[in-house]
């Protein structure tokens, strides 16, 4: 599967960003999907994961109350609604798909949008 992600940009701290990622193929619905991101200095980490008919929902800590996924089976897209954002959001963030539940390992991912929040 091909991904493709859109929608970071420069905000500000209280601001909002909601990124999208386009899936190619047919099989979208087969997936669960997510979100990872990625801060300078540190490890990729899971940011929320959304089963295949969006069932179930999986969010960090860090992001709860603050961040919603979504997904439309008929755009072949997911979506992750970013509110409140602090600069500790700030990192690239990858769209992922075909993820193991639980484990969060990943068989596709996306090139990644480059959220910044500035204090």
């Known amino acids: 599967v091909q991904l493709q992600a859109s929608g970071g940009g420069l905000v500000q701290a209280g601001d909002s960003l909601r990124l999208s990622c386009a899936a190619s193929?047919?099989?979208?619905?087969?997936?669960?999907m997510g979100w990872f991101r990625q801060a300078p200095g540190k490890e990729r980490e899971i940011v929320s994961a959304i089963s295949q008919l969006a069932a179930s929902t999986y969010y960090a800590d860090s992001v709860k109350g603050r961040f919603a996924i979504s997904r439309d089976n008929t755009k072949n897209t997911v979506y992750l609604q970013m509110n409140s954002l602090k600069p500790e959001d700030t990192a690239v963030y990858y769209c992922?798909?075909?993820?193991?539940?639980?484990?969060?390992?990943?068989?596709?991912w996306g090139q990644g949008t480059q959220v910044t929040v500035s204090s």
């Open positions: 193929g047919r099989t979208f619905t087969r997936y669960h």
């Open positions: 992922a798909a075909d993820l193991r539940w639980g484990s969060w390992q990943a068989n596709g």
